[in-house]
C-alpha cells in the first residue's frame, strides 16, 4: 500500500475506535443516565434515597390519602420483617411515624438492606422521608430484632387524582460474599 | 505486489489477508453455525412435538432456547453478512482487497475461539450446572444473580464476538470510505455497498454497549458491585434498558444488508434499474437512526410511565414508513420490467412477501395495549422468525446463489437451486405461520411443555421445522457441486441483467486481488 | 392419536384459517385468536387488536396483489422488453404519506385505550401479587388472608421421558391449588413484585400483563364483569419450571366473595388451631417420615429431585452436610426462613409439615440419622427460640 492511503485509513481507522470508546464510555454512563431519568419520571417508583428535612408546610386537612405499606423479604433472606400498622389515613403536610420490625433468625450475623419503592411512581416526587431505615444497612446478631420507625410527610402538592399511596419495602441480603464464607466455616 | 503467491493448505487459511479466503471462511463458519443452531432449534421443536416432557429436563430446554439464540444472531447472521462484506466490498467498489487486511484475518479467527467457549458449556463434566439458560436476552438478576457457572464463560463468549463484529465493522467502514474506485461518489455507491456501511455504524455504536452490560454482569457476578440488584441500589429493569439499546438496532443489524442484497437481485431479473435509489438510501439511514430510540418497545410489560409507553409506541409506528417505502419501491423495481425467476430472484421475491408479513406483525406489536396481550407470546416468535428467517437467512441464501457463479467461476444447479426453494418456502412457513395462532391464544414463550389447545399447531410447527432444517443440507448439496465445477462454466457477466463492477469488469472467477489497477465509475 | 391423525387435524386448523374462518374452532376459546375476555379493557384490546389485523391484512393484500400481478404481468415471455424508468418523485410522496396517515389513525384509540389501562386510581380493593421460584403468592391487602398458589398437577401428570404418553386433563397446566377469588363489578388494583427474578403476571381474560420485578412494585388494575374462572401463567423466563406456575383466578359475585373471605378466615383459625394441636403431640418416627415424604415430593422434589441427589444448580441432600452433619435445628432454620439461594417454606407450611419434612430429609435415601424433629420444636423455632 501507498503510504498515503495507510496515513487515509488510520485517520478513519482513529475516528471509528473513537466512536467505539465513546459508546463504552456511553454503556457504562447509562448507569447514572437512568438513575436521573427515573428519578425524573418515576420509573418503578424508585425513590431518592436521601434524607429531607421537614419543612413546617401547611397541613391539608381537606384531604385525606391513604397510604398503605407493604413488606417483602427477598429470596434467602432469613429474617422477619413487618410493619406495626399495614395501613393508615393521612394529611397532606403532615409528619407521620411508623414502625417496622425486624428480626434475625438464622444463626448467623447477617446485613439487610431495604430497598423503597412507591406506587404510584408519580408518588414519589411528593414523598419525603425525614427518618428511614432505608438509608443505611442493618445488621443483626443471630436473634436479635429491631425497631426501625420511619418518619415521612406527604407534599401538598400531590396531584388530586391520587388518593392511594403505596409503599413499599423489599429486605435484601446484604452481608458481603466474603463474611458469608467466613460464617459458612 | 506478490501476484498468486500465497501459501497453500492450512497455512493459506490462517495466516490469509485476502478478503476472498476470509470471505469464505466467514461464510463456512456461518453456515456451520446455522446448522448447529438449527439442531437446537430442532432439539426445542422436538420437546414441543407433544403436549408433556419426553425429552429434556426444563432446565435443559431452557440452555436449548438461549443458545439457538444466541448461536443464530451472533453466530449464524452476523457473521454471513460479514462474509458476503468481505466478498462483496471490494469488487462493488473496485478496491484491490479490504483496507486493514491483517485486522481483516484477526476478527475472524476470534470466531471460532468464542463459539467454543460457548459451546464449551453444553459439556457436563465442564458445568455440571448446565450451558446458559436465561434466553438470549439474558435479563438479570435470573442471568447474575441465578446464573450458572457457565454464564462467564458466555460473558467471555460475547465480548469476544462483539470485539470481531467491532473489528469487521470497522474494516467495512475503512474500505468503503477511503477505497472507493475514482468517480465512484457516495451516492454511486451500490446498494449492499450502502447498506453495510449503515450497518458498520451501528455495530460500532451499539457492540460496544452491548460489551458494557456483560462487564456490569461480570462485576455484579463476582466483583461485589450491584448494577442490576436492587439490593445494592441498582435496578433489574436497568439492564433491560442497556440490553435492548443494543438490541434494537442489532435487529437491524441483521436485516439492512439483506435489504441491500434485495436491491441487487431485483433490478438484475427485473432487466430494470432499481426504483428510488435515492430514496432507498435515506430510508435505511433513517430506519438506522430509529433503531436508537426506540428501544423500550420490547419491555411494555416492565411498568413505564404512561408517557414513556406513548413516546415508544408512536416512535416505534413511525419506523413503519422508511420500511413500507423500501417495499414500494422493490415492488415498482418490477414494474413494467421483463422479470425471470432463477434461484436468487425467487429468494429475494420470497424475502419481500414474508418480509412484508413479519412488518405488518411488527406494527401490531408496536401498538403498546394491545402488546400487553402480545408480549412475550408464541405471537412475537412468530414475528421475529418471520423477519429473520425468510428475512436474514433468505437474503443471504439469495446472496449467495446470485454471486456463487461469480465466486467459483461455475454455474450451480438450478434445479436443485428451485427445488431448495420451493422446500424452503413452504416449510418456512408451516414453521412459523401457526405461531402467530399459538400466540395469540395465550402460548407463552420459552416454555418446554404448553396446553392441549395448542397441540396442533405446535405439531405443525415440530414438522415444518424438521422439514426446513433438513432442506438446508440440499443447500449444502448444491454449494458442493457448484464449487467442484456445478454446470460448467459461468459467463463474465452471469446475467443477463447483472449490473456493478464485479460482473462487468471482473471476469468469473474474480481474480484473487479484485482490482489491481481502479476502474474508472462513470 | 395417531400421528397421521394428529397432523391432519392441524392441516385442517391451518387450512380453515385460509378459509376465512377466524373463529372456525372455537371451544372453549379460540385457538386462532386473540381472546376478547371479561373486563371492559380486554374487551377494547381485543376490538383495536381486531381493527388492526384488518387494516395490516388490507396492507399486506395490496402488497402481494401488486406483486402477484408483477410476477404475472411482467415475466419476460409477457413484457420481453423492460421499461427503464427508476424513480416517480409523485408516487414515492404516496406511498410515504399514505401510510403515515393509516398510523395516525391507528395511534387515536390506541392512546385512549392506553391512558384508561394505566389509570389505577379509586380502586375499591387490592391484592399484592408476588412472584416466586415458581409459585405466586397472593396477599389481600384490606383482609388478613395471605396464601400461595402453585400448579397443583403432579410431575407424573407431565413428565413423560419413558414416552409411554401420560393421561392429562386438557387444563394440567392451569391448575393450581389456591386460586386467587375475586369479587366481579369491583375494580381490584394489583400490586406486583418478585422475591427472586423477574415475574411476569398475565391473565389473558383480563388483558393484564404485568413484570414482577425484585425490590420494585408495579400497579395495574382489571375490573371482572363476568363470574368464572380465568387462568393465566408467567409470561417472562424464570427459571427451571417457568411454564409450570400457572394463575387461576376464580371471579365471584360480592356475597359469594364475602363468604369466601369468611370461610378462608374460619380455615385460617381452624388451622392455626390444628397446628397447637400438632404441636402438642409428640410424632412417630413412622407418621413424620410417612408425611415427609408427601410433602417432601410435592414442594421439595422439583429441585432438590425425588432421589434427594440434586440437578446442576440445586445441591443434592443425600449425604449432604446440611442434612447428615448441621444439627436439626440449623436444617429446620434453613428450610423454615431460607437461606441465600434456598426460598423460605415457614409460611406456606404447618408446622407439623415442616417437622416432617427436615425429618424425611435426614432419614431418606440412607441419611439415616435417626433423628427427628417434633412440631413443637418448629413452632419455637419460628418465634426465634
Same mark, same amino acid.
Not at chain 2, 155 to 179: C, D, P, R
Not at chain 2, 356 to 375: E, F, I, N, R
Not at chain 2, 477 to 498: Q, S
Not at chain 3, 31 to 57: C, K, Y
Given at each position: 500500500?501507498?503510504?498515503?492511503?495507510?496515513?487515509?485509513? @488510520?485517520?478513519?481507522?482513529?475516528k471509528?475506535?473513537?466512536?467505539?470508546g465513546l459508546?463504552?464510555?456511553?454503556?457504562f454512563?447509562?448507569?447514572p443516565l437512568?438513575?436521573?431519568?427515573?428519578?425524573i419520571t418515576?420509573?418503578?417508583?424508585?425513590?431518592?434515597?436521601?434524607?429531607?428535612?421537614y419543612?413546617?408546610?401547611?397541613?391539608?386537612?381537606?384531604r385525606?390519602i391513604?397510604v398503605?405499606?407493604i413488606?417483602?423479604?427477598?429470596?434467602?433472606?432469613p429474617?422477619e420483617?413487618?410493619?406495626t400498622?399495614?395501613?393508615?389515613?393521612?394529611?397532606?403536610?403532615e409528619?407521620?411515624?411508623?414502625?417496622?420490625?425486624?428480626?434475625?433468625?438464622?444463626k448467623q450475623?447477617?446485613t439487610?438492606q431495604a430497598?423503597?419503592?412507591?406506587?404510584?411512581?408519580?408518588?414519589?416526587?411528593?414523598?419525603?422521608?425525614?427518618?428511614c431505615?432505608c438509608?443505611?444497612?442493618q445488621?443483626?446478631?443471630?436473634?436479635e430484632?429491631i425497631?426501625?420507625p420511619m418518619r415521612f410527610y406527604i407534599?401538598p402538592d400531590?396531584?388530586?387524582?391520587?388518593?392511594?399511596v403505596?409503599?413499599?419495602?423489599?429486605?435484601f441480603n446484604?452481608?458481603?460474599?466474603?463474611?458469608?464464607?467466613?460464617?459458612a466455616n | 505486489?506478490a501476484?498468486d503467491?500465497?501459501?497453500?493448505?492450512i497455512k493459506r487459511?490462517l495466516?490469509?489477508?485476502?478478503?476472498?479466503d476470509?470471505g469464505?471462511?466467514?461464510?463456512?463458519f456461518?453456515?456451520?453455525m446455522?446448522?448447529?443452531?438449527?439442531?437446537?432449534?430442532?432439539?426445542?421443536?422436538?420437546?414441543?412435538?407433544?403436549?408433556?416432557?419426553?425429552f429434556?429436563d426444563? !432446565?435443559?430446554?431452557?440452555s436449548?432456547t438461549?443458545?439457538?439464540?444466541?448461536?443464530?444472531v451472533f453466530?449464524?447472521?452476523?457473521?454471513?453478512?460479514?462474509?458476503?462484506? !468481505?466478498?462483496?466490498?471490494p469488487?462493488q467498489?473496485?478496491?484491490?482487497?479490504?483496507?486493514?487486511p491483517?485486522?481483516?484475518?484477526?476478527?475472524?479467527?476470534?470466531?471460532?475461539f468464542?463459539?467454543?467457549l460457548?459451546?464449551?458449556?453444553?459439556?457436563?463434566?465442564?458445568?455440571?450446572d448446565?450451558?446458559?439458560n436465561?434466553g438470549?436476552t439474558?435479563y438479570?438478576?435470573?442471568?447474575t444473580k441465578?446464573g450458572?457457572?457457565?454464564t462467564?464463560f458466555f460473558i467471555f463468549?460475547?465480548?469476544l464476538?462483539?470485539?470481531s463484529?467491532?473489528?469487521?465493522?470497522?474494516?467495512?467502514?475503512v474500505?468503503?470510505i !477511503?477505497m472507493r474506485?475514482?468517480?465512484?461518489?457516495?451516492?454511486?455507491?451500490?446498494?449492499?455497498?450502502w447498506?453495510?456501511?449503515?450497518?458498520?455504524?451501528?455495530?460500532?455504536?451499539?457492540m460496544p454497549?452491548?460489551?458494557?452490560a456483560?462487564?456490569?454482569?461480570?462485576?455484579?457476578r463476582h466483583?461485589?458491585?450491584?448494577?442490576?440488584d436492587a439490593?445494592g441500589?441498582?435496578?433489574?429493569?436497568m439492564?433491560?434498558?442497556?440490553?435492548?439499546?443494543f438490541?434494537?438496532?442489532?435487529?437491524?443489524?441483521?436485516?439492512l444488508p439483506?435489504f441491500?442484497?434485495?436491491?441487487?437481485?431485483?433490478?438484475?431479473?427485473?432487466?430494470?434499474?432499481?426504483?428510488?435509489?435515492?430514496?432507498?438510501v435515506?430510508?435505511?439511514a433513517?430506519?438506522?437512526?430509529l433503531?436508537?430510540i426506540?428501544?423500550?418497545?420490547?419491555?411494555f410489560?416492565v411498568?413505564?410511565?404512561?408517557?414513556?409507553?406513548?413516546?415508544?409506541?408512536?416512535?416505534?409506528?413511525i419506523?413503519a414508513?422508511?420500511?413500507g417505502?423500501?417495499?414500494?419501491n422493490?415492488?415498482?423495481t418490477?414494474?413494467?420490467?421483463?422479470? @425471470?425467476f432463477?434461484t436468487?430472484?425467487?429468494?429475494?421475491?420470497?424475502?419481500v412477501v414474508l418480509?412484508?408479513?413479519g412488518?405488518?406483525?411488527?406494527v401490531?406489536?408496536?401498538?403498546?395495549?394491545?402488546d400487553?396481550q402480545?408480549?412475550?407470546?408464541?405471537f412475537?416468535?412468530a414475528?421475529?422468525?418471520?423477519?429473520l428467517?425468510?428475512?436474514?437467512?433468505?437474503?443471504?441464501?439469495?446472496a449467495?446463489?446470485y454471486?456463487?457463479?461469480?465466486?467459483t467461476?461455475?454455474?450451480?444447479n438450478?434445479?436443485?437451486?428451485k427445488?431448495?426453494f420451493w422446500w424452503?418456502i413452504?416449510?418456512v412457513?408451516i414453521t412459523f405461520?401457526?405461531?402467530?395462532?399459538?400466540g395469540l391464544?395465550?402460548?407463552?414463550r420459552?416454555?418446554?411443555?404448553?396446553?392441549?389447545?395448542f397441540?396442533?399447531?405446535?405439531?405443525?410447527?415440530?414438522?415444518?421445522?424438521?422439514m426446513l432444517?433438513?432442506?438446508?443440507?440440499?443447500?449444502?448439496?448444491?454449494?458442493?457441486?457448484c464449487i467442484k465445477?456445478?454446470?460448467?462454466?459461468?459467463?463474465?457477466?452471469?446475467w443477463?441483467?447483472?449490473?456493478?463492477?464485479?460482473f462487468?469488469?471482473?471476469?468469473?472467477?474474480a481474480?484473487?486481488h479484485?482490482?489491481e489497477?481502479?476502474p474508472e465509475v462513470? | 392419536?395417531?400421528?397421521?391423525?394428529?397432523?391432519?387435524?392441524?392441516?385442517?386448523l391451518f387450512v380453515?384459517l385460509?378459509?376465512?374462518s377466524l373463529?372456525?374452532?372455537?371451544?372453549?376459546?379460540?385457538?386462532?385468536n386473540l381472546?376478547?375476555?371479561?373486563?371492559?379493557?380486554?374487551?377494547?384490546?381485543f376490538?383495536?387488536?381486531?381493527?388492526?389485523v384488518?387494516?395490516?391484512?388490507?396492507?399486506a393484500?395490496?402488497?402481494?396483489?401488486?406483486?402477484l400481478y408483477?410476477v404475472?404481468?411482467?415475466?419476460?415471455?409477457?413484457?420481453?422488453?423492460?421499461?427503464?424508468?427508476s424513480?416517480?418523485?409523485?408516487?414515492?410522496?404516496i406511498?410515504?404519506v399514505?401510510?403515515?396517515?393509516?398510523?395516525?389513525?391507528?395511534?387515536?384509540?390506541?392512546?385512549?385505550?392506553?391512558?384508561?389501562?394505566?389509570d389505577?386510581?379509586?380502586?375499591?380493593?387490592?391484592v399484592q401479587?408476588?412472584g416466586i421460584?415458581?409459585?405466586w403468592?397472593?396477599?389481600?391487602l384490606?383482609?388478613d388472608?395471605e396464601?400461595v398458589?402453585?400448579?397443583?398437577?403432579?410431575?407424573?401428570?407431565?413428565?413423560?421421558?419413558d414416552?409411554?404418553?401420560?393421561?392429562?386433563?386438557?387444563n394440567?397446566?392451569?391448575?393450581?391449588d389456591n386460586?386467587?377469588v375475586l369479587?366481579i363489578?369491583?375494580?381490584?388494583?394489583?400490586?406486583?413484585?418478585?422475591?427472586?427474578?423477574i415475574h411476569?403476571?398475565?391473565?389473558?381474560?383480563?388483558?393484564?400483563?404485568?413484570?414482577?420485578?425484585?425490590?420494585?412494585?408495579?400497579e395495574t388494575?382489571?375490573?371482572?364483569?363476568?363470574?368464572?374462572?380465568?387462568r393465566?401463567?408467567c409470561?417472562e423466563l424464570?427459571?427451571?419450571l417457568?411454564?409450570?406456575m400457572?394463575i387461576?383466578?376464580?371471579?365471584?359475585?360480592?356475597e359469594?366473595y364475602d363468604?369466601?373471605?369468611?370461610?378462608k378466615?374460619?380455615?385460617?383459625?381452624?388451622?392455626?388451631?390444628?397446628?397447637?394441636?400438632?404441636?402438642?403431640?409428640s410424632w412417630?418416627m413412622d407418621?413424620?417420615?410417612?408425611?415427609?415424604?408427601?410433602v417432601?415430593?410435592?414442594?421439595?422434589?422439583?429441585?432438590?429431585?425425588p432421589?434427594?441427589?440434586?440437578?446442576?444448580?440445586f445441591?443434592?441432600?443425600?449425604?449432604?452436610?446440611?442434612?447428615?452433619?448441621?444439627?436439626?435445628?440449623?436444617h429446620?432454620?434453613?428450610?423454615i426462613?431460607?437461606? !441465600?439461594a434456598?426460598?423460605?417454606?415457614?409460611?406456606?407450611?404447618?408446622?407439623?409439615?415442616?417437622a416432617?419434612?427436615?425429618?424425611?430429609?435426614?432419614?431418606a435415601?440412607?441419611n439415616?440419622t435417626?433423628?427427628t424433629l417434633?412440631p413443637?420444636?418448629?413452632a419455637?423455632?419460628?418465634?426465634?427460640?
Amino acid at each position: 500500500m501507498k503510504p498515503m492511503s495507510e496515513n487515509k485509513n @488510520t485517520s478513519v481507522l482513529k475516528k471509528a475506535l473513537g466512536i467505539v470508546g465513546l459508546m463504552t464510555v456511553f454503556a457504562f454512563a447509562m448507569v447514572p443516565l437512568y438513575n436521573v431519568f427515573c428519578e425524573i419520571t418515576g420509573i418503578n417508583g424508585k425513590v431518592i434515597v436521601s434524607e429531607s428535612l421537614y419543612q413546617q408546610v401547611e397541613v391539608d386537612k381537606s384531604r385525606t390519602i391513604t397510604v398503605e405499606l407493604i413488606t417483602n423479604i427477598n429470596r434467602g433472606m432469613p429474617w422477619e420483617f413487618k410493619t406495626t400498622v399495614n395501613k393508615l389515613e393521612v394529611h397532606p403536610g403532615e409528619l407521620n411515624e411508623v414502625m417496622f420490625f425486624a428480626r434475625n433468625f438464622s444463626k448467623q450475623t447477617i446485613t439487610g438492606q431495604a430497598v423503597p419503592s412507591v406506587a404510584p411512581g408519580q408518588a414519589s416526587f411528593y414523598l419525603n422521608k425525614t427518618e428511614c431505615f432505608c438509608f443505611d444497612q442493618q445488621t443483626l446478631k443471630p436473634g436479635e430484632s429491631i425497631d426501625m420507625p420511619m418518619r415521612f410527610y406527604i407534599d401538598p402538592d400531590l396531584p388530586e387524582h391520587v388518593h392511594t399511596v403505596t409503599m413499599s419495602y423489599v429486605l435484601f441480603n446484604a452481608t458481603s460474599k466474603e463474611s458469608e464464607s467466613v460464617a459458612a466455616n | 505486489m506478490a501476484h498468486d503467491h500465497h501459501p497453500t493448505g492450512i497455512k493459506r487459511w490462517l495466516f490469509t489477508t485476502n478478503h476472498k479466503d476470509i470471505g469464505t471462511m466467514y461464510l463456512w463458519f456461518s453456515f456451520i453455525m446455522f446448522l448447529i443452531g438449527g439442531l437446537l432449534a430442532l432439539g426445542i421443536r422436538l420437546e414441543l412435538f407433544q403436549p408433556g416432557l419426553q425429552f429434556w429436563d426444563p !432446565n435443559f430446554f431452557n440452555s436449548l432456547t438461549t443458545l439457538h439464540g444466541l448461536i443464530m444472531v451472533f453466530g449464524a447472521v452476523m457473521p454471513a453478512f460479514v462474509g458476503l462484506a !468481505n466478498w462483496l466490498v471490494p469488487m462493488q467498489i473496485g478496491a484491490p482487497d479490504m483496507a486493514l487486511p491483517r485486522m481483516n484475518n484477526f476478527s475472524f479467527w476470534i470466531l471460532p475461539f468464542a463459539f467454543t467457549l460457548l459451546l464449551l458449556s453444553l459439556v457436563p463434566q465442564l458445568f455440571p450446572d448446565g450451558p446458559p439458560n436465561f434466553g438470549w436476552t439474558f435479563y438479570a438478576p435470573l442471568s447474575t444473580k441465578y446464573g450458572p457457572a457457565s454464564t462467564d464463560f458466555f460473558i467471555f463468549g460475547v465480548h469476544l464476538m462483539g470485539i470481531s463484529s467491532i473489528m469487521g465493522a470497522i474494516n467495512v467502514i475503512v474500505t468503503v470510505i !477511503n477505497m472507493r474506485a475514482p468517480g465512484m461518489t457516495l451516492m454511486k455507491m451500490p446498494m449492499f455497498v450502502w447498506t453495510w456501511l449503515i450497518t458498520a455504524f451501528l455495530l460500532i455504536m451499539v457492540m460496544p454497549v452491548l460489551a458494557g452490560a456483560v462487564t456490569m454482569m461480570l462485576t455484579d457476578r463476582h466483583f461485589g458491585t450491584s448494577f442490576f440488584d436492587a439490593a445494592g441500589g441498582g435496578d433489574p429493569v436497568m439492564f433491560q434498558h442497556i440490553f435492548w439499546f443494543f438490541g434494537h438496532p442489532e435487529v437491524y443489524i441483521m436485516i439492512l444488508p439483506a435489504f441491500g442484497i434485495a436491491s441487487h437481485i431485483i433490478p438484475t431479473f427485473s432487466r430494470k434499474p432499481l426504483f428510488g435509489y435515492a430514496s432507498m438510501v435515506y430510508a435505511t439511514a433513517s430506519i438506522a437512526f430509529l433503531s436508537f430510540i426506540v428501544w423500550a418497545h420490547h419491555m411494555f410489560t416492565v411498568g413505564m410511565p404512561v408517557a414513556g409507553e406513548l413516546y415508544f409506541m408512536i416512535a416505534t409506528m413511525i419506523i413503519a414508513v422508511p420500511t413500507g417505502v423500501k417495499i414500494f419501491n422493490w415492488v415498482a423495481t418490477m414494474w413494467k420490467g421483463s422479470i @425471470t425467476f432463477e434461484t436468487p430472484m425467487l429468494f429475494a421475491l420470497a424475502f419481500v412477501v414474508l418480509f412484508t408479513l413479519g412488518g405488518v406483525s411488527g406494527v401490531m406489536l408496536a401498538m403498546t395495549p394491545v402488546d400487553k396481550q402480545y408480549h412475550d407470546t408464541y405471537f412475537v416468535v412468530a414475528h421475529f422468525h418471520y423477519v429473520l428467517f425468510p428475512g436474514a437467512i433468505f437474503g443471504t441464501i439469495a446472496a449467495v446463489y446470485y454471486w456463487l457463479p461469480k465466486w467459483t467461476g461455475n454455474m450451480y444447479n438450478e434445479f436443485w437451486g428451485k427445488i431448495h426453494f420451493w422446500w424452503s418456502i413452504i416449510a418456512v412457513n408451516i414453521t412459523f405461520f401457526p405461531m402467530h395462532f399459538s400466540g395469540l391464544a395465550g402460548m407463552q414463550r420459552r416454555v418446554p411443555d404448553y396446553n392441549m389447545m395448542f397441540e396442533g399447531f405446535n405439531q405443525l410447527s415440530s414438522i415444518g421445522a424438521f422439514m426446513l432444517g433438513f432442506g438446508q443440507l440440499i443447500f449444502l448439496w448444491i454449494l458442493i457441486d457448484c464449487i467442484k465445477g456445478g454446470k460448467g462454466k459461468a459467463t463474465d457477466r452471469v446475467w443477463e441483467g447483472a449490473e456493478g463492477l464485479e460482473f462487468t469488469h471482473l471476469p468469473s472467477p474474480a481474480p484473487y486481488h479484485s482490482f489491481e489497477k481502479a476502474p474508472e465509475v462513470k | 392419536m395417531s400421528l397421521l391423525k394428529r397432523v391432519m387435524s392441524g392441516l385442517v386448523l391451518f387450512v380453515s384459517l385460509f378459509m376465512g374462518s377466524l373463529w372456525a374452532a372455537e371451544p372453549e376459546y379460540s385457538t386462532l385468536n386473540l381472546r376478547p375476555g371479561v373486563t371492559d379493557n380486554s374487551q377494547a384490546v381485543f376490538d383495536l387488536h381486531m381493527e388492526v389485523v384488518w387494516i395490516m391484512f388490507a396492507v399486506a393484500g395490496l402488497v402481494f396483489a401488486a406483486i402477484l400481478y408483477a410476477v404475472i404481468r411482467y415475466r419476460k415471455s409477457n413484457n420481453p422488453t423492460p421499461a427503464t424508468f427508476s424513480h416517480s418523485t409523485t408516487m414515492e410522496i404516496i406511498w410515504t404519506v399514505i401510510p403515515m396517515l393509516i398510523l395516525i389513525y391507528l395511534t387515536k384509540p390506541a392512546i385512549s385505550l392506553l391512558l384508561d389501562m394505566e389509570d389505577t386510581s379509586k380502586s375499591d380493593m387490592t391484592v399484592q401479587v408476588t412472584g416466586i421460584q415458581w409459585k405466586w403468592r397472593y396477599k389481600y391487602l384490606d383482609e388478613d388472608i395471605e396464601f400461595v398458589s402453585s400448579l397443583s398437577t403432579p410431575a407424573s401428570e407431565y413428565e413423560d421421558y419413558d414416552r409411554t404418553g401420560t393421561e392429562k386433563n386438557p387444563n394440567y397446566l392451569l391448575e393450581v391449588d389456591n386460586e386467587l377469588v375475586l369479587p366481579i363489578g369491583k375494580k381490584i388494583r394489583f400490586l406486583i413484585t418478585a422475591d427472586d427474578v423477574i415475574h411476569s403476571w398475565w391473565v389473558p381474560d383480563f388483558a393484564v400483563k404485568m413484570d414482577a420485578i425484585p425490590g420494585f412494585i408495579n400497579e395495574t388494575w382489571t375490573k371482572i364483569n363476568e363470574p368464572g374462572v380465568y387462568r393465566g401463567v408467567c409470561a417472562e423466563l424464570c427459571g427451571r419450571l417457568h411454564g409450570f406456575m400457572p394463575i387461576v383466578v376464580r371471579a365471584v359475585t360480592q356475597e359469594e366473595y364475602d363468604q369466601w373471605i369468611e370461610q378462608k378466615l374460619a380455615e385460617k383459625a381452624e388451622a392455626e388451631r390444628l397446628a397447637a394441636e400438632a404441636a402438642a403431640k409428640s410424632w412417630s418416627m413412622d407418621d413424620l417420615m410417612a408425611l415427609g415424604k408427601e410433602v417432601y415430593d410435592a414442594k421439595c422434589a422439583l429441585c432438590h429431585q425425588p432421589n434427594g441427589e440434586g440437578l446442576g444448580a440445586f445441591p443434592a441432600l443425600k449425604g449432604s452436610k446440611v442434612a447428615t452433619v448441621d444439627s436439626v435445628d440449623d436444617h429446620a432454620r434453613m428450610v423454615i426462613f431460607g437461606l !441465600n439461594a434456598m426460598p423460605k417454606f415457614g409460611q406456606e407450611l404447618t408446622d407439623a409439615e415442616l417437622a416432617a419434612v427436615v425429618t424425611y430429609e435426614r432419614n431418606a435415601w440412607g441419611n439415616d440419622t435417626g433423628e427427628t424433629l417434633q412440631p413443637g420444636r418448629v413452632a419455637e423455632l419460628k418465634a426465634g427460640n
